[in-house]
C-alpha cells in the first residue's frame, strides 16, 4: 500500500464486523482495540495520516459528546465496557451499532456488504 487513499476504512471495518475471529480472535471490543492500536502505529511508519479517519472522528465525537470528557483522562473503549457491564462482546456489538450510527448521522454513509471471498483479499499490507 502506497497511499492511505488505497485502504478503504469502511470496507475494512465491515470486515471486521463479519468476521472479528480473522481479525482479532472474536467478538472482543479489548482486542478489537489492541488490533486498531496496532494498525495506527503500523500506519505511522508508512504515512504522514492516518487512514482511519472515520474511526477517529467517531471517537472524537464519542469523547466530546458522550463520555463529555476533553481532557482524555477517560477512554471510549473503557466507558462502553462500563455501560455493558464489562461484557466484552456486548461491548464489541455496541461499538459497532455506535460506529454505524455516527457514519449514517455524520456523513450518510454505513458499513459495506461483504462477501466472503472479498475478505481475505482486502488485508492490508503495511
Known amino acids: 500500500m502506497k497511499d ?73 473503549w473503557n466507558h462502553l465496557l462500563y455501560i455493558c457491564g464489562n461484557d466484552d462482546r456486548e461491548a464489541f456489538d455496541r461499538f459497532f451499532v455506535l460506529f454505524e450510527r455516527y457514519l449514517h448521522d455524520a456523513y450518510q454513509a454505513g458499513l459495506p456488504t461483504v462477501k466472503k471471498t472479498e475478505i481475505i483479499d482486502t488485508i492490508p499490507e503495511v
Open 4 to 76: 492511505t487513499k488505497d485502504f478503504d476504512e469502511l470496507k475494512f471495518f465491515a470486515e471486521v464486523k463479519k468476521r472479528p475471529g480473522m481479525y482479532c480472535g472474536g467478538s472482543s471490543l479489548r482486542s478489537l482495540r489492541d488490533y486498531i492500536s496496532g494498525m495506527e502505529y503500523a500506519f505511522s511508519f508508512s504515512f504522514d495520516e492516518s487512514p482511519l479517519r472515520y474511526f477517529n472522528a467517531f471517537i472524537n465525537r464519542y469523547q466530546t459528546e458522550t463520555i463529555k470528557d476533553t481532557n482524555g483522562y477517560a477512554c471510549w
